[in-house]
């Protein structure tokens, strides 16, 4: 299903709700990313915000992609709701963000 973990997709999540003094960790931890990883990573988002259903999750990948013309770190920050939209890209696909998260805290 995917490549990324499940954990490091929760990570930005929870890294996303403190944006305003955890930028730079955050640009960090995006750009150790593979490519791979970070297309994953945005189609997980767009599951979470209903651009994409779960059943379409390796056209969403594509898509990522395919349509990476900014840094990926760049495109996320100004994604509004970006961390519900993980946790939800999460639960579409039938993993607790809410377990991973409490694990990772």
């Not at 770190?73 to 939209?85: Q, V």
Request: charged share 30%; net charge negative; aromatic share 4%.
């Amino acid at each position: 299903m995917l490549e990324i973990s499940p954990s490091k997709i929760a990570q930005v999540a929870l890294m996303g709700h403190e944006l305003a003094r955890a930028e730079p960790e955050f640009r960090a931890f995006i750009d150790r990313m593979s490519e791979d990883e970070q297309a994953e990573l945005v189609a997980v988002m767009w599951i979470g915000r209903g651009s994409f259903e779960p059943e379409d999750l390796a056209e969403a990948i594509e898509t990522a992609r395919n349509e990476a013309t900014t840094p990926c770190a760049d495109y996320l920050i100004g994604t509004p709701h970006l961390s519900d939209h993980l946790e939800n890209g999460l639960d579409a696909l039938g993993i607790s963000a809410t377990d991973i998260e409490d694990e990772i805290m």
